[in-house]
């Protein structure tokens, strides 16, 4: 297996693993890592979290526009751990609304405005602020929000993004 310089966000059904064929009946976001002449390596975002997952070439695409809407902002893990959000390029933070959970507050952040301003209220303690804009959010790393008076703000260690629930259709 060669491993990619960047991993890449798929969409796929086909996939085989050494414990035989997990393939799906729809298509399912999968992260992919590495490739093989005629596979793409990784695993599938929602499951059992096998790893090193072949997925062909020849079944598995880039997500449609559509679907980087719909996924973008998303977290996935396993056992209750979050491994991954989804951020697709050019799409940036989520515009919804989104809960931000650190080791030691949660942050709820409003739909994001033209701007990309958000209203952020803390549960823990009152903030000194009320608007800003998120400039880093990435499991795993302080989240930094510009305060719109020129000074940043950071958190502790972001453990989980939440989006906002979408209706069911």
């Not at 515009?95 to 952020?120: H, L, M, P, Q």
């Not at 608007?131 to 795993?140: A, E, M, R, S, Y």
Request: hydrophobic share 35%; glycine share 10%.
């Amino acid at each position: 297996m060669r491993k990619l310089e960047k991993v890449r966000f798929m969409m796929a059904t086909k996939a085989s693993h050494t414990m035989g064929d997990i393939s799906r009946d729809s298509p399912s976001l999968c992260i992919v890592y590495g490739e093989e002449d005629e596979h793409w390596v990784g695993r599938f975002l929602t499951g059992f979290g096998f790893c090193d997952i072949r997925f062909p070439k020849k079944t598995t695409r880039e997500p449609t526009k559509q679907e980087k809407e719909i996924w973008n902002g998303e977290a996935f893990g396993v056992g209750g751990r979050v491994l991954n959000v989804v951020v697709f390029p050019g799409f940036g933070v989520p515009k919804r609304a989104i809960v931000v959970k650190t080791n030691n507050d949660t942050y709820r952040f409003g739909k994001a405005e033209v701007d990309w301003t958000r209203t952020i209220v803390c549960d823990g303690k009152p903030l000194d602020f009320s608007t800003g804009k998120i400039i880093l959010l990435k499991v795993g790393r302080q989240m930094v929000v510009d305060k719109l008076d020129g000074n940043e703000w950071v958190t502790t260690t972001v453990l989980s993004v939440e989006s906002e629930k979408r209706p069911r259709l």
